[in-house]
């Protein structure tokens, strides 16, 4: 992830929020006034919507990925996000992207539902490709067998979240590893990887919006709220639903507080 520092020397003014769900992006649209854009950047047909407006000094554009055209429901996961995060960057050239949605968290690692957090590193739990480096493949081989090389690795696709350590300070949120896959519920070999990524929050999105961000050098931020407790006794989906309106609130609240902090910032002050 390009370093917040390296990106430009004068204040950040504009901002591509990336989120999945129509009732998580909602009371951040109505805060910041956002209005749709009629004649959006995307390509002809696509459901992906663009609200935008100004606050304060920023220029706010909230990306969702809109709802699936055949099913109707919002187009969460990987795809989607990476999609729209590519399309964004192209299109509207931000100085810094934030992921902003719900999670699940680990209470054996502190998360209790409600919470906010800011991800210090993001990486994918569902990507499995066992082919690890081998040092007789490396040294001997790397012209020919490349192909051998850190498919493991790769798959995991770690990457750090931009530094924020005043932002972190000044609005005393939580931070922790964000572990992104394509289910939101968890096989054992999910919890596993969820595991060995040392992460305390789960989610559809993170990883992927950290790939493109990363690729098109643009800083990014992961700020995620906790519906339900993945190693807990309830069903997830059961637990997402009954908390998803009063989190998306603490979303909301969060992310306003970030952008508020944001506003007249540089990139190395954040
Ligand atoms: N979003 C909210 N809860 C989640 C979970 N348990 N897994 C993935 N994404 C989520």
């Given at each position: 992830m390009?370093?917040?520092?390296?990106?430009s020397?004068?204040?950040?003014?504009?901002i591509v929020?990336?989120?999945?769900?129509?009732?998580?992006?909602?009371?951040?649209?109505?805060?910041?006034e956002?209005?749709?854009?009629?004649?959006?950047?995307?390509?002809?047909?696509?459901?992906w919507?663009?609200?935008?407006?100004?606050?304060?000094d920023?220029?706010?554009?909230?990306?969702?990925?809109?709802k699936?055209?055949?099913?109707?429901?919002?187009n969460?996961?990987?795809?989607s996000?990476?999609?729209?995060?590519?399309?964004?960057?192209?299109?509207?050239?931000?100085?810094?992207?934030?992921n902003?949605?719900?999670?699940?968290?680990?209470?054996a690692?502190?998360?209790?539902?409600?919470d906010?957090?800011l991800?210090?590193?993001?990486a994918?739990?569902d990507?499995?490709?066992?082919?690890?480096?081998?040092?007789?493949?490396?040294?001997?081989?790397r012209?020919?067998?490349s192909?051998?090389?850190?498919?493991?690795?790769y798959?995991?696709?770690?990457?750090?979240?931009?530094?924020t350590?005043n932002?972190?300070?000044?609005l005393?949120?939580?931070?922790g590893?964000l572990?992104?896959?394509?289910?939101?519920?968890?096989?054992p070999?999910?919890?596993?990887?969820?595991?060995?990524?040392?992460?305390?929050?789960?989610?559809?999105e993170?990883?992927?919006v950290?790939?493109?961000?990363?690729?098109?050098?643009?800083?990014?931020?992961?700020?995620?709220?906790?519906?339900?407790?993945?190693?807990?006794?309830?069903?997830?989906?059961?637990?997402?639903?009954?908390n998803?309106?009063?989190?998306?609130?603490?979303?909301?609240?969060a992310?306003?507080?970030v952008?508020?902090f944001?506003?007249?910032?540089?990139?190395?002050?954040l």
């Amino acid at each position: 992830m390009a370093p917040c520092g390296e990106k430009s020397e004068g204040a950040i003014s504009s901002i591509v929020i990336i989120i999945a769900m129509q009732t998580e992006a909602m009371p951040l649209v109505n805060k910041f006034e956002l209005k749709e854009d009629l004649e959006s950047p995307f390509p002809k047909g696509v459901p992906w919507v663009r609200y935008h407006g100004t606050y304060k000094d920023l220029h706010i554009n909230i990306i969702w990925p809109g709802k699936d055209l055949a099913l109707g429901v919002d187009n969460v996961g990987t795809v989607s996000s990476s999609l729209v995060t590519y399309a964004a960057i192209q299109a509207l050239k931000p100085d810094l992207i934030i992921n902003a949605g719900t999670a699940g968290g680990l209470k054996a690692k502190g998360a209790s539902v409600g919470d906010v957090y800011l991800a210090s590193e993001v990486a994918f739990h569902d990507r499995r490709i066992p082919i690890p480096v081998s040092f007789f493949f490396f040294f001997f081989f790397r012209t020919y067998f490349s192909c051998f090389y850190v498919f493991d690795l790769y798959g995991v696709g770690l990457r750090q979240a931009c530094s924020t350590p005043n932002l972190l300070k000044e609005l005393n949120l939580k931070t922790g590893k964000l572990s992104t896959g394509d289910s939101l519920d968890m096989t054992p070999q999910d919890e596993s990887s969820i595991i060995a990524n040392d992460a305390t929050v789960k989610d559809m999105e993170g990883a992927a919006v950290a790939y493109v961000a990363d690729l098109l050098k643009v800083p990014a931020i992961f700020v995620k709220a906790v519906t339900d407790i993945i190693d807990g006794d309830k069903p997830t989906s059961e637990e997402f639903l009954q908390n998803l309106i009063a989190v998306t609130k603490a979303l909301g609240e969060a992310v306003t507080r970030v952008i508020d902090f944001i506003s007249e910032k540089r990139h190395s002050e954040l």
